[in-house]
């Protein structure tokens, strides 16, 4: 039977707006991720996958919920206790440049988790600063001395990554880490990932936009909408015959590089994004769905299997 690693239940991250009223980023969502495996979390931009990322290392501590650790509830941890736990998972975060402190130096930033953990003396910590640095593919001789305006943005992810896996964490968050790069580089940044995943037997919760970077790199797929998980499955499955309306809608607006080719239909309701704040009643994904009926407007759709590890919320799926 496969370890889970990270269990996440009935998790919500509510933020209180101008005016009292509140905005639930992410409602009752459920997951779990194996050991040893890379899950995608996807979805447009707002849908909360950022929130729920920072709620799994409590930055901010969620509204309700649990999210379990190799069975230890990080939810009610505090103080040194959390600060132990937080070892065994690390997060890459999005912007790689403004994540590092402008004013420390390189060799000192890779460093300073050990410090921070009380791992090691000076000389061990600048030792293990200079293995991680070269690890990831940089110069330390070069590098260690340097401020991060120095580098490019490529080389800031590196440097982002070194820190995170410097404390040799079980479980990796990866926040949109080849958002903000260039294209080559992305695909540097995305073999790096693959090759420490493997190098370290990580586990990896990796979050994008983009639905043709996910597929490179991720076992399986979550995608997400408007705060709510809509389907689950393996990416080969997924990418293969996606049951929800919003996957299908998702990969169809993938680039398909061959000029000859028409571009394809998006089956979409025209209209704007539903607000946040005051999400559709039922499904919330009715409104831009071309087979919602009345049953959509008046219940939530609860996820069902319908096949092995392939989970769908939806009162219609495409198969």
Known sequence: MTETVLRVEDLVVAFRQQGGQSLRAVDGVSLTV???ETLGLVGE???GKSSLAR???QLPRPASGQVLLDGEDLTQLRGAALRRARRKIQMIFQDPISSLNPRRRIGETVAQPLRIVGRGDRAAQRDAAHAMLAAVGLDPDQAFQRLPHQFSGGQCQRISIARA???EPEFLICDEPVSALDVSVQAQILNLLRDMRARYGLTMLFISHDLAVVKNICDRVAVMYLGKLCETAPSDAL???PAHPYTAALLSAIPVPDVNQPPRAI?????ELPSPTNPPSGCRFRTRCPRAD???AEIAPPAQEIAPGHHVACHHPLR
Do not use: D, Q
């Open 34 to 36: 194996a050991r040893g």
């Open 45 to 47: 931009s707002g849908c």
């Open 55 to 57: 709620a799994v290392i």
């Open 165 to 167: 896996l410097i404390v």
């Open 239 to 241: 990418y293969r015959a």
């Open 267 to 271: 089956a979409l309701v025209p209209g």
């Open 294 to 296: 009345a049953m959509c």
